[in-house]
């Protein structure tokens, strides 16, 4: 699996918990103490990020790895 691949499908995970949960981008990235435009750009695939931003969003949807990793 590519790269891309990977993080886009990581970004559509985010994306869809988000909206599972009924949480607005701005909600969520307070929660996750992340800037909402850089959390947008996370959720459309169109940024890198980090192990540590990774665990803020898992974090932040109350989840452990496996579950946020279980359908991907």
Do not use: P, V
């Amino acid at each position: 699996m590519a790269q891309s691949d990977t993080r886009n499908k990581i970004a559509l995970r985010i994306k869809e918990l988000r909206l599972i949960h009924g949480i607005t981008q701005e909600r969520f990235a307070l929660m996750t103490h992340l800037n909402r435009s850089y959390l947008a750009d996370i959720e459309k695939g169109n940024r890198n990020f980090g192990i540590d931003t990774l665990d803020k969003i898992i974090r932040g949807f109350d989840m452990s790895y496996s579950e946020f990793f279980k359908d991907l």
